[in-house]
Every structure is written in C-alpha cells, then in structure tokens.
C-alpha cells in the first residue's frame, strides 16, 4: 500500500471517529433533543457514507437530478432541491479530504486544461457584470443558481475518476430519464400533470413554484414541470438509450433499451414542442452519421418507420394530447413564434447600451420594460419576458465577453467529443462521444427556442463530456508509457 493510500485510509477513519466523538459530546450537554439529534445523526451518517463510498454520492447526484423539483426538500422556503445538497455537501467533503491528504489532482480538477476554467471564468463574469444591474437582489438568485451549476460541475469532476465509475454513472442517466418517462405516461394516463397528483406539493412536502403549477392540458410536462423541457430532456435520454442499444453484447438485452428509446420519443412528441421535436430528429440524425454501426440506412429506416407509427397510434388513440403540436401551425404557434422574433430588437438594444460585459443576471427581465417601449407590442404585458432564446439572453444579459465564454464551452465540449471518437481505442468509448456530441447539439437546436443557460440537465452533459475526454486521455497516456 502506497504512502497516498495510507494517508487516505488514515483520513477515513479519523474523520468517522471525530465525527461520533462530537455527536455523543453533543448527546451529553444537550441530551439529545429529538429534533437536533435526528439532523446530526443524519448528517453524520451522510459524513461516514461519503468517506467509504464517495462515488456513489456522484451516481445519487445523477439520478436525483433527473426529477427536477419532485424531490425538493422543505428546508428553505422554495423549497431545495435534493440534488444540490446533494452536490453540494458531497463537493464540501471532497474537497476538505483531498486538502488533508495532500491531493495534487486537486489542482489539475479546477486549473488542468482551458475547458475547466471557462466555467470559473462565465461565473466571475456573472459577478463583475452586476455593476450594471438594475436588480441586485434580482439579479444574485440567477448567480446562486449558477454557482450550484458550478459546484455540481466540479463535483462531478472530482468524483468520477475512471472508466468504470463513468460508464455507471452513465447507466444511471438512462436509469432516472427512464422513470421521467414512465412517470410523462402516467400523465398521459391519468389526464393529469405530476405536481397536480401530489397537491401541488413535491414527494417531501415543499411546495413547489408557480411555474410547475402552469401545466398546459394536452401536453406532457413530466417531473420538470414544462413541456419543451422535459422534450429536450427526453432527447437526451433517447441518444443515451441508442449508444446502450448498440454496444448491447447480445440481441436479448437489446429489448429493454428499445422500449426506454420508443418511451422517449412518446414524451416528445406528448410535449406538443416543435424545438425538442426537431432537437430529436437532428439528435438521431448526428447519432447515425457518426456512429460505428453497420447497416446504417436499414436501421434509420427502421426507426424512422417505428417513430412514425408510433406518432400516428398517438394521434388515434390518444386524441386529448396535443401530438400535431410539434409538427403544424396554428395561432398559438404563430403568436410565440412572433413573440420571439420580437425579443430580438429590445435584446440588441440593451446589448448597445451594455456590450462588453452586458446588462447583468437576468438583466433582460429586469429591462425588459424600459427597452421595449416602442419596439414591440409586447412591452405593455403584466408578465415580463424572457428572450426564450440562449443567446440572444447572453448577449443582451453578459455581451460580448459572456457570448465568447460560453460558446468556447460548448466549441470544447464537442471539440473533445470529437478527439475521442477518432482516437480513443474502445467502441464504446467512442460510442459514448457520440451520444454526447447527439445530445449537446439538440441542446443547441433547442437553444434557439428557450432559456438554457441555468438549464442543469444541459451543464450535465457539458460536465459528462469534459470528464470523458479525461478519462480517455490519461487511458491513452498509460498505454503510450
């Protein structure tokens, strides 16, 4: 055993009995009240758990993230989401233990390549550009939803350290979209949205934000509580269910990832988005040029054959949801479309005003009404918009250097993706690449359409993509030694 192992091991069991010798010092001056007592005893649990398994804090992190504000805890007053404390308890840990050991990787996690400090750099910006907000307090929820994307993002990367944890962590992607769409059938079903079968009320008791409660009849709105985005995110779940598909050894455990890939495609199209609809068809179409399969038009004419069929039993069968949505015009189509296409205007003009470092978090919303007079017919509406469009909303919001920033984290993401698919040794490492590269870019389709820039799903796979490529690159490294 190593001197790093020892001093590792040594951690461990210090901390466990530090842990339990403050719980019973605690037990003896108060006398354990019940209600502190139980909340130290879990906590500490929570301490001794990590140290002897941190991992698997990583894959309860993935899987409870996949249920939006279905499991917020009633903590705080909105009510916090299970995930982030999560997250943020187990990155608090981490990083406390990798200080006491010494880690030198600690380093390479936040500083090794560019792709790692972009985000440090977009959340630096965040702050700097609040000079020129108009919202303070506004305008600081927005930087502390990005600083738990943050945490998560480096949490992530300091717990998913090889191939093997990664490849479950992925499995357990599948796992949590596969219960998000089973639960977007049970609405389908029972003709009723998920937050409205619990009282508009999460599992645990929080009460949830209005904007979960405005669920649209005739369309699915799933755990996430909005339709477009419980589409993009069934999207990703039908790229992660193809690349188990085709890397499945034989036929027969080929099935299950058929049915969780028809399930995705069922909560799309039950979404009535035209963005996560074309977001789909562009994912299955990267996903099938890149991939390594044989037989390509056969299989794309299969699933082309089978998502069809299964569109056209939807709109028989099931009349009361909105299918054509994602695939015809009405009014209420053409007022959103114009809705948009009018943000554009008032968005520049703020960007004019504001264009190196923008108008700050949320700074369009805050805006909005000042700029839009004159522009739009939409300036005198009680509910401000948003500029349903990523980034338009960073332009106006973080200009010009926010635009760069992020884009250069997208450009890295798939830039990586792209370098493992042509160089990595193993299939289903260059198959996963591809998966990711189908996912990021229907995210970027539907970037056009809606507000992704706090969207944890889509910092999800730029986090997942960025631990790969590391992963494959330290594999490549060994083997060239």
């Known amino acids: 055993m190593s001197i790093s192992q020892l001093q590792n091991y040594f951690f461990k069991y210090i901390i466990v009995l530090l842990s339990l010798t403050l ?33 698997w804090f990583a894959y309860l992190y993935i899987f409870t993230v996949s249920f939006a504000a279905l499991l917020q805890l009633p903590v705080t ?44 750099l977009f959340f630096m910006l965040m702050v700097v550009s609040m000079m020129n907000s108009r919202e303070l307090g506004f305008s600081a929820k927005q930087i502390q939803q990005f600083f738990y994307l943050l945490v998560i993002y ?16 992925f499995f357990v992607v599948l796992l949590g979209g596969i219960i998000v769409g089973l639960l977007g059938l049970l609405e389908v079903i029972l003709q009723t949205p998920v937050y409205f079968l619990l009282g508009n009320k999460s599992l645990f008791g929080a009460s949830v934000s209005d904007a979960l409660l405005n669920a649209k009849m005739g369309r699915i709105n799933g755990a996430i509580g909005d339709a477009p985005f419980h589409g993009i995110y069934m999207t990703m779940i039908a790229s992660v269910s193809l690349y188990f598909f085709f890397t499945a050894q034989r036929i027969i455990f080929r099935i299950p990832y058929i049915f969780i890939f028809l399930v995705s495609v069922f909560n ?21 040029a890149l991939s390594e399969i044989a037989h390509k038009s056969a299989i794309m004419m299969t699933t082309f054959l089978a998502a069809a069929t299964l569109v056209i039993v939807m709109v028989i069968l099931i009349p009361n949801l909105d299918v054509t949505r994602s695939f015809t015009f009405e009014k209420e189509s053409t007022d959103t479309a114009e809705m948009r296409w009018e943000n554009i205007p008032v968005a520049i003009k703020m960007f004019g005003d504001h264009p190196i470092i923008g108008n700050g978090p949320d700074g369009f919303v805050i805006n909005y009404t000042r700029y839009a007079s004159g522009l739009t017919k939409y300036a005198s509406r ?12 960073i332009l106006a919001e973080y200009g010009l250097v ?29 198959m996963i690449a591809v998966a990711l590269i189908a996912a990021i870019s229907a995210y970027i389709f ?36």
């Open 446 to 481: 539907f970037m056009a359409t809606s507000n992704t820039l706090l969207d944890k799903y889509f910092w999800l796979l730029i986090t997942m993509s960025q631990i790969h490529f590391s992963i494959c690159e330290t594999t490549l490294a060994q083997k060239r030694v």
């Open 77 to 120: 007053e909105g009510g916090f989401s299970s995930a982030v404390a999560i997250a943020l308890s187990s990155f608090a840990l981490g990083i406390f233990g990798a200080l006491a050991v010494k880690e030198r990787n600690l380093i390479k996690i936040f500083f090794g390549r560019i792709d790692q400090i972009l985000p440090i």
């Open 268 to 288: 799309v199209m039950g979404t009535g988005s035209r963005g996560a609809f074309i977001a789909m068809l562009l994912a299955l179409f990267i996903f099938w």
């Open 23 to 55: 719980f019973f010092i605690y037990g003896i001056i108060t006398g354990y009240e019940p209600i502190i007592g139980f909340v130290l005893f879990i906590g500490l649990s929570y301490v001794i758990a990590y140290y002897y398994s941190p991992t």
């Open 402 to 430: 926010g635009i760069t920033l992020f884009g250069l984290i997208i450009f890295m993401s798939l830039k990586r993706m792209v370098a493992v698919m042509r160089k990595a040794e193993d299939k289903k490492d260059r």
């Open 382 to 393: 009680e509910k401000t918009l948003k500029t349903h469009n990523t980034p338009l909303q």
């Open 154 to 169: 480096y949490f992530l990367h300091l717990t998913i350290l090889n191939r093997d944890v990664f490849q479950k962590a």
